[in-house]
């Protein structure tokens, strides 16, 4: 299966004040959907700023619903920051998808379940019960209020993609992917690489790095943990224009280690740096050598090298760092 590029450009100067101007916003230091303070996520399309907890229900809606940003760890394009600015912030977005809120529906609130706040927040955007019949979002930019904020595309999902949103999710991964060295050559003397990261049903990429065997990313992408999680899975292929793209490598990481150490040590922000945990090297997995775990500066971080498996030649270079729900 092709695997496209995605491409995102740089925001200019003017946007960033911008997009930094409406997160001073008193509405916006709380989290639209349960109220928790000083919210680090927003939903691009729908143009709200919610807390870490509501980020994983959102991302579990699908980013066709809801498109999950990091405020300040991931790249942002004009065109998302201009439709947050267009809808004006959380009050302005509440005031049309909180429209018709019944008064026995409770918000939830910061120690609220997953389970409520799932069930509250699908109500909210994926089944649209609380908006005017009428300005129910079906496809495309849609005017929603007199002032014509625009909200974003939506559609309602079909089966199986509700199923996706009854996931409960433990925490978020972000995979820092570094560089790769010595990849495989799959066009003439080169190839274009991207990396494609997974866990679950979910899946990230990086942008595609024209005409290189030891590109350099040092790009980050997160991924929501459910709780029955697996191997993070790794694939590496060469971007194509005309036919499929090309497989360079693929390999699998071992979470485990990393989500256990940090459990066991839940105050991180309170401990100095130390190493707290290792993936050991073996026969059966990818490790170039073994994968120390740090607490680093208040965070838990895992230093991973792999040598790609199924090619003839490759290895990458990650660091990943968890970020528990309930921090």
């Not at 997009?19 to 639209?32: G, T, W």
């Not at 955007?125 to 908006?131: D, V």
């Not at 971080?301 to 490759?314: A, D, F, M, R, Y």
Request: hydrophobic fraction near 35%; proline fraction near 4%; glycine fraction near 6%.
């Amino acid at each position: 299966m092709s695997i496209h590029q995605k491409n995102y450009g740089k925001p200019s100067p003017g946007n960033l004040r911008r997009l930094k101007e409406l997160l001073l916003q008193s509405d916006n230091r709380i989290c639209a959907d349960c109220g928790a303070p000083d919210p680090k996520w927003a939903s691009a399309n729908i143009g709200v700023f919610i807390c870490l907890k509501c980020s994983g229900v959102h991302r579990s809606l699908g980013c066709h619903i809801s498109k999950v940003l990091s405020v300040t760890l991931d790249d942002w394009s004009d065109d998302e920051i201009d439709s947050m600015i267009d809808v004006g912030g959380n009050s302005s977005a509440n005031a049309i998808y909180e429209a018709y809120l019944p008064s026995e529906t409770k918000k939830p609130r910061p120690e609220t379940s997953h389970e409520e706040r799932l069930s509250f927040i699908r109500s909210k955007y994926e089944l649209q019960e609380f908006l005017k019949p009428s300005l129910r979002i079906t496809s495309g930019k849609t005017s929603v209020s007199d002032s014509q904020k625009s909200l974003g595309s939506f559609s309602i999902s079909d089966t199986s993609q509700r199923m996706a949103g009854m996931v409960e999710f433990i925490g978020v991964m972000k995979v820092k992917v570094i560089k790769g060295t010595d990849l495989a050559v799959r066009d003439m003397r080169t190839s274009d690489p991207y990396v494609v990261v997974a866990i679950g049903q979910q899946k990230a990429q990086t942008t595609v790095i024209k005409s290189n065997l030891n590109p350099v990313w040092n790009e980050e992408l997160m991924l929501s943990v459910p709780h029955d999680y697996g191997a993070l899975k790794l694939q590496v292929f060469d971007h194509d224009m005309f036919s499929a793209d090309d497989i360079m490598g693929e390999a699998e990481i071992d979470v485990q280690p990393l989500i256990t150490a940090a459990t066991a040590h839940e105050d991180v922000g309170m401990v100095e740096d130390m190493q707290i945990g290792k993936w050991l090297k073996s026969n059966d997995n990818a490790l170039i050598r073994d994968s120390i775990i740090n607490i680093v500066d208040g965070k838990v971080k895992q230093e991973v090298s792999l040598k790609l498996q199924n090619v003839e030649s490759g290895e990458l270079e990650l660091e990943l760092e968890w970020m528990p729900l309930d921090q």
